[in-house]
Structure formats: structure tokens, C-alpha cells
């Protein structure tokens, strides 16, 4: 099973930028891919990003060309990167690890961190 510890949410004014951490811990399978999900109370979770072993990345249409998500292979540690933040993106955020590279949810989940976009 996998393991994944998240850091960097918190509150942040719109326009303005956060960058949010996940160290995972386990097989390299089994973090083949990583990314980032979100969800506000009554919705499903959905795909922020998420990106493979490989460097292959897949964004949301609501955050491209605002948010950018990277990896770290040696440290099993991905990072979202999130700049001209809205409102709408309030939302708790779930770091993600699993084998296949498809939007649809599943595998391993971080305990989520609060993103809070206010004035």
C-alpha cells in the first residue's frame, strides 16, 4: 500500500499562487503515476493532474495554463504548482498514486489539504 503525505495548502487571495506537496512511499509500479484530485462538499472528486514516471502530463481544462504539476522520481514527491488562482478553485486536494494513467479515480489517496481561494 501506498503512502502519500501532502503539505502546502492554505489560504491565499485570488491572483495569487500555492504550491502543494506529496512525498509517496512504495513500489514503483505502484506509483507509476501521480497526481492531484479535488472536491468541494456535494461534488465528486475530480482530476486536477497528474503525471507518469515517464514526464506524460494530463490537466483539467479549468486549471491549464494556471496550474503545473512536476515530479521528482529519486524522491517519489510530486508538486502542483498553482498560479492566478480563482475562487472556484477552492477545494480540498488529494495527492494520488496508482499504476494506470487514466482520469478516472483510484489506487491510493493522501488525506487531502484545504485550498482556500478568498479575498
Known amino acids: 500500500q501506498v503512502q502519500l503525505v501532502e503539505s502546502g495548502g492554505g489560504l491565499v487571495q485570488p491572483g495569487g499562487s500555492l504550491r502543494l506537496s506529496c512525498a509517496a512511499s512504495?513500489?514503483?509500479?505502484?506509483?507509476?503515476?501521480l497526481g492531484w484530485y479535488r472536491q468541494v462538499p456535494g461534488n465528486s472528486r475530480e482530476l486536477v493532474a497528474m503525471?507518469?514516471?515517464?514526464?506524460?502530463?494530463n490537466y483539467a481544462d479549468s486549471v491549464k495554463g494556471r496550474f503545473t504539476i512536476s515530479r521528482d522520481n529519486a524522491k517519489n514527491t510530486v508538486y502542483l504548482q498553482m498560479n492566478s488562482l480563482k475562487p472556484e478553485d477552492t477545494a480540498i486536494y488529494y495527492c494520488?498514486?496508482?499504476?494506470?494513467?487514466?482520469?478516472?479515480?483510484?489506487?491510493?489517496w493522501g488525506q487531502g489539504t484545504q485550498v482556500t481561494v478568498s479575498s
Open positions: 494520488n498514486a496508482k499504476v494506470g494513467f487514466t482520469v478516472f479515480p483510484g489506487g491510493d
Open positions: 512504495g513500489s514503483i509500479l505502484s506509483t507509476n503515476v
Open positions: 503525471i507518469a514516471r515517464a514526464g506524460i502530463t
